[in-house]
């Protein structure tokens, strides 16, 4: 299949234009030697700064669910209703959840759970709640009207206000005694022949605050079977800032995957995701052996780096993915030393994008052997018979920089793989915001 090519067209993007070349492969002693391919400026590879206004960042962190239950050590249920604002500093965000009543046998049952979130500009603030209505625990030793958990955290001329205000237990009654509605934070309560229950639970960190309405467990053999060590949580709230910042950063590296359509035939193969507040500068990895995605592709190992830092006046963040060698649909595409670097930067104002050092160790497209390690970011070499290529494949917005090394679009049936196949090698996306 990969001999008998009829034509290949390589397609690079050049300033507002595209050139295409082609050549005609009519057997394997009669290759005709593609041009040589111009470096693509439509879309800068190794750089670029966009500027926005400058005013003060602030990191806000927020999250809520309305139960989360483990029986023994395995998780059955939850988080319910959960929201979460991702990594963010946009300070007018209003988020809701909701979901229907929940069974979570063998510990209990809940009724409706709601949950918000809120983050606020002036002044610097961010908020959530989770309300969980008629909650019934281990048979009623545990029961509650609504069990409804707050947590705000605002930024103050001396550092973070965290407050529960909000927080409340309506109709509580624990082994048969009511509870106060506004019961002290961190009450725990006894259950004979259970463990325990913490009421009002609340963490509190220097910038952040955790609140669980409830949080039950299991901790000797009981009268219902409840394994040993589950745990089930009602309603938590958890709110954070942190900053001032110049961004928050965001990303991630991966060797392989596949995909039809929306569909994933081979998920994301040894992913590393960069946290929004980065990783104090320390290089995080995750390695793996080589993979092999049925007829499409077998690689080398795989190795995806993500490190990141911020700061009053800078935010940094690189992912690299590398993978030592990958060979595609029989040899028709091949290469080794395949590195994808993206890297982010801000000073709060602007915003810089690279993707220096990426690169090929070696590569060979049959049909075209003037294709080599030298090959301009953004070339586009449609095969004949197979699909559309793309190698060192650039895609940029302000925020933004995703390099993909490999990416192969199949748009004939070949080799068992279906049209609309998406097979992408080396990939590696930087964002900072």
């Known amino acids: ?201 609340q963490i509190r960190t220097s910038n952040g605050l955790t609140v669980n309405g409830l949080n039950l467990f299991v901790t000797v053999t009981n009268s219902l079977g409840v394994p040993v060590g589950s745990r089930v949580a009602v309603s938590q709230a958890v709110s954070a800032l942190t900053g001032p910042v110049a961004g928050v950063l965001g990303g991630y590296a991966y060797g392989t995957t596949a995909t039809v359509g929306t569909v994933a035939k081979s998920d994301a193969s040894f992913p590393k995701y960069m946290p929004c507040l980065g990783t104090g500068n320390v290089v995080r990895t995750n390695t793996g052996a080589g993979v092999a995605i049925g007829t499409a592709v077998s690689t080398g190992t795989i190795t995806n780096t993500a490190q990141g830092s911020i700061s009053a006046t800078s935010a940094t963040g690189k992912l690299t993915s590398t993978v030592q060698s990958a060979n595609v649909i029989n040899g028709l595409v091949k290469a080794t030393a395949i590195k994808a670097s993206a890297r982010s930067t801000s000073n709060g104002s602007t915003y810089s994008h690279t993707s220096s050092g990426s690169g090929f160790g070696t590569l060979s497209v049959t049909g075209h052997p003037t294709i080599g390690v030298s090959v301009a970011p953004n070339t586009k070499v449609e095969l004949k018979g197979v699909g559309t290529l793309y190698l060192h494949r650039v895609i940029r917005t302000t925020r933004t920089v995703e390099v993909r090394m490999m990416e192969l679009v199949i748009t004939t049936p070949v080799n068992g793989l279906a049209v609309g196949t998406n097979i992408k090698i080396g990939v590696a996306k930087s964002t900072v915001s």
């Open 1 to 201: 299949m990969t001999q008998n090519i009829a034509a290949q067209r390589v397609t690079v993007a050049e300033g507002r234009g595209t050139r295409t070349l082609q050549s005609r492969v009519r057997s394997r002693a009669a290759m005709v030697a593609v041009a040589s391919i111009a470096l693509a400026t439509a879309v800068p590879a190794l750089g670029g700064t966009a500027t926005a206004a400058t005013t003060p960042h602030f990191s806000y962190t927020g999250s809520a669910y309305g139960t989360w239950a483990k029986v023994g050590s395995t998780v059955r249920s939850g988080p319910s209703a959960y929201l979460t604002f991702g990594c963010t500093t946009n300070g007018n965000l209003h988020k809701t959840n909701t979901s229907a009543g929940l069974s979570l046998a063998p510990l209990g049952k809940t009724g409706t759970v709601s949950t918000t979130g809120d983050t606020y500009a002036s002044p610097v603030k961010s908020r959530t709640t989770a309300a969980t209505a008629q909650v019934n625990l281990l048979n009623g030793l545990v029961k509650a009207t609504a069990v409804k958990a707050a947590s705000s955290t605002t930024r103050t001329s001396t550092g973070y206000s965290l407050s529960s205000s909000g927080t409340t237990l309506t109709g509580l009654v624990v082994a048969g005694k009511a509870v106060s509605a506004n019961t002290a934070p961190n009450t725990r309560i006894n259950l004979a022949g259970f463990g325990y229950v913490i009421v009002n639970e």
